[in-house]
Each structure stands twice: as C-alpha cells, then as structure tokens.
C-alpha cells in the first residue's frame, strides 16, 4: 500500500536555525514527490516536484532532496514568515490523478 | 494568470441536507481532482476529473459525487450530509507539466 510518513510532526526553530523535515515514503512506482506549503486556514502553497533519486530543487530558504526512499525539506536560516505546515505528497506512477498525502510538520519559528 | 477558485468560502448545513462546491481550474488546465481536509484524517483524495471522465475515485461512500463540464470546471457534491463531513474540501487543478495546484477551498460545517 502506499504510504507517506513526515517528520517530525512539530518542530520549533529559533530564527536563523537551519533543519529539515523528513518525508519517509513507500510507493508502488514513483511518478512524482511534491512538496506543498499550507498556512492556516488556506489552501496547499506548491513548493517542489521532484522526480528522480538524487534530484535537487531549492527556493528561497528551501531545498528538498530525494532518495528512493525518503525526501528532505532542508530550511536554511529560517524566518518567522517561514513558519506553516508543510505537506510532503507522492504521486504514483500507476495512479498519477491521485496524490498520497503525509500527515505534515507543523513549523514554528520564533524571532 | 488566474489560479484555482472554489466557490463558496465557507458555508453551512444541517445534517441531512445536499451540498454543491464548485472548482474553477487554471486556464489550460483540464485534470480536476478533490480532497477532503481534517484534523484527524489529514488530506484524502475524493475522485479526479480529466476531460469530464472521471478517471480515479478513493475511498469515500457513494454520498460523494462530482462532475466536470466542457470547460474543465468541477463541481462535487454532497448528500444526507452526516457531522462527520464537516472539513475543508480542496480542489486541486493540473496541466500535466508535473504541478499540481489547489485552491483556498471551501470550509463546510454541517450541524
């Protein structure tokens, strides 16, 4: 079954605190990892699709990688404006309409 | 250009009752697909619309339904609605490019 863990399920950061969020996944067949940015009460932000093992894309204070079997959102000196849930998403090769949510890091940072 | 709409913001319903959300997609785009959001399940795919075909349903009784017309935009709907329905119902619009984008959604509270 596919699946998509994230952790850790809170994280707080002093500004200018670098660390990532983990994304741990299993998937028959990865077509896609996507990376979404939701603030309360709104809809998911598009951050990144990644495809390949090895794949790099960075945005601002964000850079995720990809394994075959895990993603990381690295924040690199974060700001308080950074602070949100962040969803990490698999798209399988075998059911590309459908995106497999994990639960989400719920990231504060504090100034 | 335009992102995704949904119609309306927010709204509420009496257990029992039917209701109708509606999902504009960006322009160009023609795969419409729906989630529900709660605290305790996180985001769960609904079904996926490509060119008024639906192509992908999860796991959801047959009170869920939706729809897509000519020019791509989606409507979902909700019957006998029970208090567990209450959620934000995203919709999520995408062109093929491997970007998937969704809307601010539309927040029912059924009482």
């Known amino acids: 079954e596919d699946q998509v863990t994230q952790s850790p399920e809170a994280l707080r950061l002093q500004e200018g605190e670098s660390s990532s969020l983990n994304c741990s996944y299993t998937?028959?067949?990865?077509?896609?990892l996507f990376w979404y940015r939701q603030d309360p009460g709104k809809g998911p932000e598009f951050l990144f699709t990644?495809?390949?093992a090895g794949e790099e894309k960075e945005k601002e204070r964000l850079k995720a990688t990809l394994t075959k079997k895990e993603s990381f959102l690295h924040i690199t000196a974060p700001k308080p404006e950074d602070s949100a849930t962040y969803l990490c998403?698999?798209?399988?090769?075998?059911?590309?309409?459908?995106?497999?949510f994990g639960q989400g890091t719920t990231l504060q940072v504090k100034p | 250009k335009a992102g995704v709409t949904q119609t309306p913001r927010y709204l509420i319903k009496t257990r029992g009752q039917q209701v109708t959300l509606s999902c504009s997609p960006i322009?160009?785009?023609?795969?419409v697909s729906w989630y529900q959001q709660t605290p305790g399940q996180g985001l769960q795919f609904l079904f996926e619309?490509?060119?008024?075909?639906?192509?992908n349903k999860g796991n959801f009784p047959g009170r869920f339904s939706g729809r897509q017309f000519s020019n791509s935009r989606s409507e979902m709907n909700v019957s006998t609605l029970e208090l567990g329905d209450s959620a934000l119902y995203l919709c999520?619009?995408?062109?093929?490019?491997?970007?998937?984008?969704f809307g601010e959604g539309s927040w029912l509270t059924v009482v």
């Open positions: 998937v028959s067949g990865l077509r896609g």
């Open positions: 999520a619009s995408s062109g093929g490019q491997g970007t998937i984008y």
């Open positions: 322009s160009g785009h023609r795969s």
């Open positions: 998403a698999v798209q399988s090769s075998s059911n590309t309409g459908k995106l497999i």
């Open positions: 990644l495809y390949s």
């Open positions: 619309y490509f060119s008024e075909t639906q192509r």
